[in-house]
């Protein structure tokens, strides 16, 4: 049987209940380059693998080919953030190669706490845009990465 807050198995009399409580902004640690990142307004990274249809004879697909692993992501920082950033790059942020470690989970209440690691990250881009009625200045600096480690 279900619940809104978890699944529950039963085996053998036994009830085993599976937690799915969603973590919150709260609960996420961003360190980049050595360094506990409080400035950080979002980050979003990803994994793709090149896929292709395999076609033949007839009209419908034989087979799925795969290719090459590709990873990228953005991160989403304060002006202030960003130039703590750009100082410790010696004023160019494409020109360096950092990890950026993100762990999210909140033990004090009992949740385990998942680990993201990007390797080899470096920028892509350095953007800056302001709007009108802006209080204040958000830098989305997309990257690519060479690999993820999960704990």
């Known amino acids: 049987m279900g619940d809104l807050l978890g699944v529950t198995h039963i085996t053998k009399n036994k009830r085993i209940m599976f937690n799915s409580k969603e973590y919150e902004w709260a609960d996420i640690d961003v360190v980049m380059g050595g360094r506990s990142v409080t400035g950080i307004r979002g980050i979003k990274y990803d994994t793709k693998k090149e896929k292709e249809q395999i076609y033949a004879k007839g009209n419908k697909p034989h087979a799925i080919q795969s290719g090459n692993y590709e990873h990228s992501g953005e991160i989403t ?75």
């Open 77 to 151: 920082l304060l002006q202030s953030e960003y130039n703590a950033l750009r100082q410790a790059a010696k004023g160019d942020i494409l020109n360096v190669s950092l990890d950026i470690v993100v762990a999210y989970g909140n033990p004090s209440r009992g949740d385990t706490v998942t680990v993201d690691t990007l390797i080899g990250v470096e920028f892509t881009e350095d953007n800056t845009e302001w709007k009108q009625g802006d209080k204040f200045l958000e830098k989305s600096i997309p990257f690519i990465f060479l690999d993820k480690k999960s704990v």
